[in-house]
């Protein structure tokens, strides 16, 4: 079974820092375009991030461009989304997903995600 198992969430004062995991089984993580996405109380999803296979390209969305980071390590079948200089509005449930073609921000398709792993930003 294929699945995505995030990890790493939890409460945050404001200017913190969380490190999110993303773990993928029943596939093989290196052949797929992964995603962060989130989605904050009475809010639709919103696109945070995008690499590619070999993590040599990644994209954000403007609101964490410069704070946040993602990256794989495809032998260990992870992928993380390093998050700095949180604020209130980063509170959200974020969760990692499998794209199902090369696609970049918001629109995108995918077929695999996790149950998503809470971010609590608050002082």
């Known amino acids: 079974q294929e699945r995505l198992v995030e990890s790493g969430g939890g409460l945050v004062q404001p200017g913190g820092s969380l490190r999110l995991s993303c773990a993928a089984s029943?596939?093989?993580?290196?052949?797929?375009?992964m995603s962060w996405v989130r989605q904050a109380p009475g809010k639709g999803p919103e696109w945070v991030s995008t690499?590619?296979?070999?993590?040599?390209?990644?994209r954000y969305a403007d609101s964490v461009k410069g704070r946040f980071t993602t990256s794989r390590d495809n032998a260990k079948n992870m992928v993380y989304l390093q998050m700095t200089s949180l604020k209130p509005e980063d509170t959200a449930l974020y969760y990692c997903a499998r794209l199902t073609r090369i696609c970049f921000g918001l629109n995108c398709e995918y077929d695999v995600r996790g149950q998503g792993t809470q971010v609590t930003v608050s002082s």
């Open positions: 029943g596939f093989t993580l290196n052949s797929w375009y």
């Open positions: 690499i590619n296979t070999g993590g040599s390209d990644t």
